[in-house]
């Protein structure tokens, strides 16, 4: 997969970044290509609807917020990126304080994870390629989890990743 198949693939629901200082200053060049060249699409994935809107805001002066999460607990979310790892950061306020999790260690794996993810749902999932979900959610958790291996193996085993296949496993989602 290439970023041209990515973006094609998103096509309208892409979000271009605006050029801006913090991100040139913060991120890694690639990171920032990908905002300003090929951007991020609005989504929905487990957990709920994830909106980019073309800007930035530094959160504890650690976190890059890039994005936000429409869910139906509608509690305050970040999609982050962590300045000093760039690795990509989900932050979810609750009233007993923030809970921060990893979701990929870049922002490229990231979207590569995002449109594995898209197509496995809409080609394999959606239609019950595997047999009736309810009764195979088993095979459709290792076969998402297989192409998410052949992009990068570690990433898996992240907080996001390693639940949401887990959920998977056992039907929750």
Sequence with gaps: MN??????????????????????QSLSKDTADILYKIGLPNHNTFGGDYEFFGNVELLDGKYLKIGTKNTFMNE???????????????????????????????????????YTFK???????????????????????????????AIDKDDVYTDFWHSSIGEMELGVI
């Design 3 to 24: 970023s041209t198949e990515i973006q094609e693939y998103f096509s309208s629901s892409m979000v271009i970044f605006e050029n801006n200082d913090i991100i040139n």
């Design 76 to 114: 305050p979310f970040g999609l982050c990126i962590d300045i000093e790892t760039q690795q990509i950061i989900g932050r979810t306020h609750y009233s007993e304080g923030v809970r921060t999790y990893t979701i990929n260690k870049n922002l490229k794996t990231y979207l590569e994870y995002l």
């Design 119 to 149: 197509r496995f749902s809409n080609e394999v999932k959606i239609p019950q390629t595997l047999g009736e979900y309810h009764l195979h959610h088993e095979k459709y958790a290792l076969e998402l989890k297989n192409r998410l291996v």
